[in-house]
């Protein structure tokens, strides 16, 4: 059934807890609030439960890119 309302225009996090960077998020198991951040969830340092990240603070780890191609010289 869909209310119509969201997460965000309610102010309700509980429906889907997430880690937010920079704010205080007490765990939803324990209520901890010392969290472990990887690239795309943070662990509760206490007991272990996993959060996701909010979807725009993922965390890039690595950027590849196309070595260029060796300039040959025509004699």
Known sequence: MDTGFSPVETG????????YLGRKTPCPD??????????????????????PLAASQHRAWLTLSLAPLPLTSSL
């Open 30 to 51: 324990c209520g901890g609030s010392q969290w472990i951040v990887g690239r795309v969830v943070a662990e509760c340092a206490h007991c272990d439960t996993p959060l």
């Open 12 to 19: 309700v996090i509980a429906i889907n807890p997430q880690y």
